[in-house]
């Protein structure tokens, strides 16, 4: 009875494959590099996994919508929340949708997504656990049930290569998306890079005369001017991919971290830190590819891009880039003592 499973089994095998798809989503956020490729990749397989338990999971739903409860409300927000949260993010991978309701459709599946956690706790719990309906049994062992999870992960494999040479052959945006899943948007016209923030930063009025960067490093603590930095012209070409979907190749100058700050023996990372109070902290390898930028595209970085000076953090997601920085010290601190994104 390999197509007629105990409900309990696909909510098990739901709530495995959401888990994967929560830690492999977060991942992608985080990840900047091509060897990161595999986390989006995953993130997609395990979208294609929950389209294969739909209708595995809908039998199981239509029985619990008979025994009556006023908690079947909120349960069944939960699927329609769930169902959009898979419909947005197969919009953006197709180009489909690539917003919604003028905002980022990947920023949508995020902030969906985000608001689903607290509910699929609770649903585990109050459904799940207290009920019995997801509490594993010594046959969810048996070959039977090993053999339909590796039917659904190989059907979710499959489903996965299928859509990916649909996009390709039906050449739909899709097929340009970056390995991170973002679109290209501006490159080398500074002016048509969006400007955007991690949270709810506004960009600051800063007057250039009046701004200071404060450093700290072996020699101790100084103060320059803008004036002293942008004497400085190293050029690097870089990508600016933000996580709520787009991407832009710009050339940036400034000034090398590696040059502006004397090693110091016992440092273990760079914290940046800007005029509005967001601030990360990096491990003291990445900076000899940090650049302290002072232009984009040749001409002055403007207000909304971190003017007067912003971070370029090659390899790394947008939110690294630091804008409007105004403090960056060598601490002895462990590069991993923050939170795992920024929090300003
Ligand atoms: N101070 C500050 N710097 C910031 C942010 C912010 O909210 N505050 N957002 C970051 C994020 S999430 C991105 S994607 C880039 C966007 O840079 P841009 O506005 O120049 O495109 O800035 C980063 N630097
Ligand atoms: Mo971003």
């Not at 009920?131 to 992960?153: E, N």
């Amino acid at each position: 009875m390999l197509l007629r499973p105990p409900g309990r089994q696909a909510n098990q095998a739901l709530l495995v494959v959401l888990l994967v798809a929560f830690g492999t989503g977060v991942a992608t956020v985080a990840t900047g590099s091509p060897n990161g490729a595999w986390v989006a990749i995953g993130h997609g397989i395990c979208g294609m996994a929950v389209v294969l338990l739909i209708p595995w999971k809908s039998r199981v739903v239509r029985g619990g919508l008979r025994r009556a409860r006023l908690s079947r409300w909120v349960s069944l927000l939960l699927a329609a929340l769930a169902l959009f949260t898979l419909a947005a993010g197969l919009g953006y991978a197709t180009g489909l949708v690539r917003s919604i309701a003028g905002k980022p459709g990947l920023w949508v599946h995020i902030a969906v997504a985000l608001v689903l956690v607290p509910l699929v706790v609770w649903h585990v719990w109050a459904r799940g656990i207290r009920t019995r309906g997801i509490r594993p049994r010594r046959t969810d062992l048996s070959r039977r049930a090993l053999l339909r999870a590796g039917v659904v992960a190989a059907g979710a494999v499959a489903l996965y290569a299928a859509a990916e040479s649909a996009i390709t052959g039906l050449g739909l945006p899709g097929a340009r998306r970056r390995f991170t899943g973002s679109y290209e948007v501006g490159s080398f016209r500074p002016e048509a890079m969006p400007a955007t923030s991690w949270l709810l930063d506004a960009v600051p009025a800063i007057d250039p005369e009046r701004w200071r960067l404060s450093i700290k490093d072996g020699q101790g603590r100084r103060e320059l001017t803008l004036a002293q930095l942008t004497a400085n012209d190293t050029k690097v070409r870089a990508t600016l991919d933000c996580t709520s979907g787009w991407y832009s190749h710009q050339d940036w100058t400034g000034l090398p971290l590696a040059t502006l700050l004397g090693r110091e023996g016992n440092a273990q990372s760079v914290y940046v830190h800007s005029v509005t109070g967001y601030w990360v902290r990096f491990p003291i390898h990445d900076m000899d590819r940090l650049l302290l930028a002072t232009q984009a595209g040749g001409a002055p970085l403007s207000a909304d891009h971190g003017f007067p000076v912003r971070l370029v953090a090659p390899g790394r997601r947008g939110y690294w880039w630091v804008k409007w920085v105004d403090r960056i010290e060598l601490q002895t601190t462990p590069s991993w003592w923050q939170p795992p994104f920024p929090t300003g």
